[in-house]
């Protein structure tokens, strides 16, 4: 798909732009045979770098909760691909259940489910809101600031039917459970005993909970990523590293004990010196860094930039204390050590970067995480982050070459994360 | 896929309209079904009618050709439809072969060709137009009035590899020849070769050349509408009759020489007789009347409308001449006796009808065909029409009872007469 969206950035198409522009039918062929070998993720974001001698994916979430970020415009879209998504679980599903995060009182959050579920009701699906808070023991409405309303059901699962259903409605049987809900706190007992006979009945759980962050890790992702980009790359004849970041992982740190110290500092030298070889080979003035973050979970806590290794045993007791700890309040003892890949992308001078959005294998939308508190080189993901969203440039009902399409190329990498994602959820 | 669009008809919402809405749900479950047991048609475009009592199809073409009346608004759903409709034929496809039809004169027409290969380049296929013309016998430029041009270039059939190819490029092999050309004039030979193979060889053509009018008649397209008809509404809980125009259809008619006039007068008559029965039942007061139309074919040529079957044989000459042939100067032997259904939709007082465009199982765009010089119970397809574009209502995000989605049910309709086609080219 060659959506062309209006970025940010503009001038002249960069080097590497063009080169995935040339080659675009070719790449577009070989993401429909990828496809046929790997099933695409229910839904997933990714966080994109673009420092204009590299793009690269930073993140990929399998639980994106944005949607209410996205362009109306992409609506359509979204409808036809969650239709494709649903049916890949039960062809000819009608009832859905939509399993939320527990927390109920995050405006920007709720708003991402309420789309969500539009984006649902839209497509032709009856939808209810099925929640795993403890807290909540009725049906409960929750008002959103603009009026709308969102409508929270308690769920069990049903020891004969061998289902997860909605409380108060038994009768509601829903052929599909879809979780927006990362289980950072661990797999709560009804979806584990959902999943104890998941071959076995007919209601399946997208994505599966193996997504979630209790045994999902970034590192495995971007494992998987390797070996995507190596073959892309090779097809396409271009150096892999231009579209990859380089990473480490160290699997048993604890911050606050100073433990696996001597793993960082490594592998924080490891990535860095890898980093200064390419600069040199491709005559980059940058500084290189690294970025060091919990190898599990999400929502921007527990990172840090390190741009000499040396700093690993000089954190101070503020530093290793926001190092700990996640989402949750889960600790963190095992770590991603990536390198760092600046942003040139600014909107009203303040960094930003290009999130974008996925349904199955089809773009779903996309748009500007803006900082401005943050640098180029820092990570957007914290407060002062504000969204802005991707339209579609003018031109979308042209291939014109003389008006260039810049957001290719962030779908074909958000795309590529996509594929590695549905790679390491085989695995 | 419950999409909204502004329509022209307003006010409160009709009876079936409401009726359609309500049982939404229901409906996208039943169409996911069937869906699953049928192959949706390639692309197609079906011309409704809006009476009030009844909403129905009178017309379902096979080789759409207003892709350039569309808004662009619907680009990016045209563009993931047309792969997922690609990949049912060649699931790695990256070479196509568009062949259209032969006149190069018609810019209309030309122009619907740019669209409709501007949503496969944007797709991220290669396409090139291949020519049936036989006047068209080196690579020839067709410069268009905006300034846009397409290229046609001559095709042989490739003894050797059992396929169509370029003639100045047999380099170019393309995974699936589309037809956007409704082969009024026969099946050429180059497409004959190639048939005589279908099974054995990669290339596939779609549409089937079987949906060609050479072969297809509109009769059997509305035997199974009838049948798709009997199981939607029994589904749903509606008469059938508030979705299906009556028909009936007489085989050996020659309006020159005044043969099957019997056959004629008598269809008329229980078309007619059915419509006066149905009136009664629902208490409605309009003059019934019926259209008489070619079998096969299409271009709004060959039609007449009819409201007494005495009317038949008073025939005089200028009306059998115009009855007597259609598009590519056929001769009329098989002729489809429709119930006429007046349209209520008007636009700036004319008279007006929705004509829905599909690709695959997706609509794929809509617009208004109005004319100034008919009335709302003839035949809009002539001198005078002009189009207007379908835009998305701005409650696009909004499923608001309160602002009632009346495309819903224009969509529908316009499914289930994709899905006749689809059990039609079946049989």
Same mark, same amino acid.
């Given at each position: ?31 429909? *045979? #990828? ?13 994109? +770098? ?12 399998? &639980?994106?909760?944005?949607? *209410? ?38 405006? &920007? ?10 984006? &649902? ?27 709308? *309303? ?21 009768? &509601? ?18 979806? #584990? ?29 971007? #494992? ?91 954190? *101070? +007791?503020?530093? +290793? ?107």
């Amino acid at each position: 798909m060659k959506l062309n969206l209006k970025t940010a950035l503009s001038g002249p198409l960069l080097e590497l732009e063009q080169t995935l522009l040339n080659k675009s039918n070719l790449i577009e062929s070989w993401f429909r *045979n #990828q496809w046929q070998k790997h099933k695409p993720p229910f839904y997933s974001s990714c966080d994109l +770098r673009n420092s204009g001698f590299k793009i690269t994916p930073v993140d990929t979430n399998l &639980f994106p909760g944005g949607f *209410n970020n996205i362009s109306q415009q992409f609506l359509p879209m979204c409808i036809q691909a969650i239709t494709i998504a649903v049916e890949r679980c039960c062809p000819t599903a009608q009832k859905i259940l939509l399993i939320p995060e527990n927390h109920t009182r995050n405006q &920007f959050y709720l708003q991402n489910i309420w789309q969500l579920k539009n984006i &649902f009701v839209l497509a032709g699906f009856e939808i209810r809101l099925g929640t795993l808070n403890p807290e909540i023991t009725e049906t409960t409405k929750i008002e959103l600031n603009d009026g709308k *309303n969102l409508i929270l059901e308690p769920i069990f699962y049903d020891e004969q039917t061998q289902t997860i259903k909605i409380q108060n409605d038994p009768d &509601f049987e829903p052929c599909c459970v879809i979780l927006n809900n990362d289980l950072s706190a661990g797999v709560p007992e009804i979806l #584990q005993q959902s999943f104890a006979k998941i071959n076995k009945n007919k209601q399946k759980i997208l994505p599966p909970i193996q997504a979630g962050w209790t045994t999902r890790r970034k590192s495995k992702h971007f #494992q998987a990523y390797d070996l995507v980009v190596q073959d892309f790359a090779n097809f396409i004849g271009i150096d892999g590293w231009r579209i990859n970041p380089a990473f480490g992982s160290c699997k048993s740190v604890n911050f606050h004990e100073r433990q696996g110290e001597e793993c960082l500092t490594h592998n924080v030298a490891v990535v860095l010196e890898r980093i200064k070889q390419k600069y040199k080979e491709y005559g980059v003035s940058e500084k290189p860094y690294v970025v060091v973050k919990a190898d599990a979970g999400t929502y921007g806590m527990g990172i840090m930039t390190i741009s000499d290794a040396s700093e690993i045993v000089g954190l *101070n +007791r503020k530093q +290793r204390n926001k190092m700990s700890v996640v989402k949750e309040g889960l600790e963190v003892s095992e770590v991603i050590i990536q390198e760092g890949v600046h942003t040139i992308e600014t909107i009203n001078d303040f960094a930003a970067e290009p999130v974008v959005y996925m349904i199955d294998k089809f773009i779903a939308g996309a748009f500007y995480r803006i900082n401005d508190k943050k640098g180029k080189d820092e990570n957007l993901n914290a407060p002062g982050m504000f969204f802005e969203p991707f339209a579609f440039a003018n031109n979308i009902n042209n291939d014109d070459k003389e008006i260039p399409n810049r957001f290719y190329s962030y779908g074909v990498i958000a795309r590529l994360a996509a594929l590695a994602a549905a790679v390491e959820l085989e695995n």
